[in-house]
């Protein structure tokens, strides 16, 4: 019986060990989008003025020997250069009291402006309860530069379509290279 039990348990922790190292392995594409953003690619290596990347000298057998230049000066590679300026609109988002959709406005890399081209608007309360939150969305993606901002209480239902059209924003911006 003992014997039976420590084979058991010896198998068990087998089967843990392959399903934790077989979990580990595998990309983490369960994550969900509005919370990961997609990071900047690498800063290409930028030539010099005269066109030729900085190299060391070579030894020679003369020390006032000074290292030459190239008179030729290598040819530059052009890249699609991001835009400095560029205004972007979510998705339109449909709520229970209205539909949302946000608008960005960034410059050279960071979100300048952030305002509801679209909001749920309606009866007076409607109208009051966004005239509160909207603003407050807006000033917290500015300060937050990216699409991880609280819900505004009393507004639930407009702050969530608020988030998921900032979130297509804030994605093709990435997708411009703007952010």
Known sequence: MRRGTTLAMSAISLAVV??????????????????VLPSRPPRPVVPSRSGTLPRSPKPTSDPSAAPRRSRTPTPRTTSAAAPTRLTINGTLVDTPYGPVQVQLRIRTGRIVAAKAAVRPQGDSQTDSI???AVPQLNQEVIQAQNGRIDTVSGATYTSAG??????????????????
């Open 162 to 179: 608020y988030k998921t059209s900032l979130q297509a924003a804030l994605d093709s911006a990435h997708q411009a290279g703007a952010l």
């Open 130 to 132: 966004n005239s509160r």
């Open 18 to 35: 392959a399903l934790g190292l077989r979990v580990s392995t595998k990309p983490a594409e369960h994550q969900s989008s509005a919370s």
